[in-house]
């Protein structure tokens, strides 16, 4: 592997650290992108790389995202990623988790983390046995903080409709078409959330049974994983993997905007530009999908309830306007004027 530091994925990050733990099987990577604004603070991932490479570059990736996220979500946290390198067999102990929870520890409070892809309340509970640098705890009804999934669910519906206002100008997600792409934890809350509204779905899943449920449940239309992506609608909403935004799935595109809660949309920043180029209208994602970050960070800080946490996620369509009034006046694509307005805050810019 080269150095760290040339690595196209590194950005000045404050520090990348690696741990192992023989006893338990533990191999881990958290990435402290920057601690600017606050404690880095982002979710770990626990999953399986065909090399270890990629959990480095995956690290790297998800911590700087962070950082513009919680920057945008106006927190005073910096951005930070763990990533555990799961075996091939994907096993998890309790003796695994220990060691990770003291992992987080021997950071002292830089790094926080929560869930991701992988891990899940459970698996936080454990790690807090070890540290106390940690969120998405199970909390009391009223409390901020708990599963980040409806958090997120929520900003993603009103992003959606600040999409829906501004590139069809409606009021209302009634009876507009919306494509959702993976109905999991976030996409299936947003699904619910929409079809409450009246709006018309069609949605996919990697898990046809689930897929199938819960269009049976919201009287969706089902189609294939890769289909989704060329349904006609009015919008696009990714919420499975990242990279889905291509040089080869954006022709193909028949919406008129993309509003989703997936992490790394854009597969390049050039796919930033062929969005714009088309005329399609994009809402950041580190802006939307910040729903679940404001929930566990309130709940680390202490600061609010699940009103504040509420009244912090209304935020979000505002953010997404004033990004996309910015874009318009400069002709700057959306997802360029919120890593501008990132970088700044984040001290960088
Ligand atoms: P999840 O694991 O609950 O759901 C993801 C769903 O996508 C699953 O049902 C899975 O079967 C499906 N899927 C995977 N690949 C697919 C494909 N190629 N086509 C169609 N469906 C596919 O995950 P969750 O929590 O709903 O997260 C969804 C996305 O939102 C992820 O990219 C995640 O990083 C992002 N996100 C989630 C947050 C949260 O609070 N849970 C916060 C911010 C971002």
Not at 71 to 85: N, Q, R, T
Not at 250 to 276: C, F, S
Request: hydrophobic share 45%; charged share 20%; glycine share 14%.
């Amino acid at each position: 592997m080269p150095a760290l530091w040339t690595l196209p994925d590194f950005d000045a990050h404050e520090g990348v650290h690696f741990f192992t733990d023989p006893a338990s099987g533990l191999r881990a990577v958290i990435a402290l992108h920057s601690t600017h604004l606050g404690p880095a603070a982002g979710g770990t991932r626990f999953w399986h790389y065909a090399d270890d490479a990629q959990a480095v570059t995956d690290a790297l990736r998800l911590s700087r995202g962070m950082s513009f996220k919680n920057a945008m979500a106006g927190l005073p946290m910096g951005g930070g990623k763990g990533v555990i390198l799961a075996g091939a067999d994907r096993a998890k102990s309790p003796e695994l988790l220990a060691a990770f929870g003291r992992a987080v520890d021997s950071l002292g409070g830089r790094y926080v983390t929560a869930e991701d892809v992988g891990m899940g309340e459970a698996d936080l509970v454990a790690i807090g046995r070890e540290t106390r640098h940690v969120s998405g705890l199970p909390v009391g009804e009223g409390a901020a903080g708990g599963d980040p999934g409806p958090s997120t669910a929520t900003g993603v519906f009103l992003g959606v409709k600040a999409a829906i206002k501004r590139a069809l100008s409606r009021d209302s997600a009634d009876g507009v078409h919306v494509a959702i792409q993976g109905v999991g934890s976030v996409g299936g809350g947003l699904a619910r959330l929409l079809a409450g509204e009246g709006a018309r779905l069609t949605i996919a899943d990697m898990d046809a049974g689930r897929a199938a449920r819960l269009a049976e449940e919201l009287g969706a239309a089902v189609t294939g994983p890769s289909a989704i992506l060329d349904v006609e609608a009015d919008i696009f909403s990714p919420c499975a993997l990242g990279a889905v935004l291509t040089e080869a799935s954006i022709p193909a595109l028949r919406v008129k905007a993309v509003a989703g809660a997936a992490n790394n949309q854009l597969a390049t920043p050039v796919d930033g530009d062929r969005l714009h180029a088309r005329g399609i209208l994009y809402a950041p994602d580190y802006v939307i999908n910040a729903g679940g970050i404001i929930n566990v960070s309130l709940e680390y800080l202490g600061q609010g309830d699940r009103d504040e946490v509420e009244a912090r996620i209304r935020q979000i369509p505002g953010r997404l306007e004033s990004i996309w009034e910015e874009s318009a006046a400069t002709g700057e694509t959306a997802a360029a004027v919120a890593d501008r307005m990132a970088m700044k805050l984040i001290g960088r810019g």
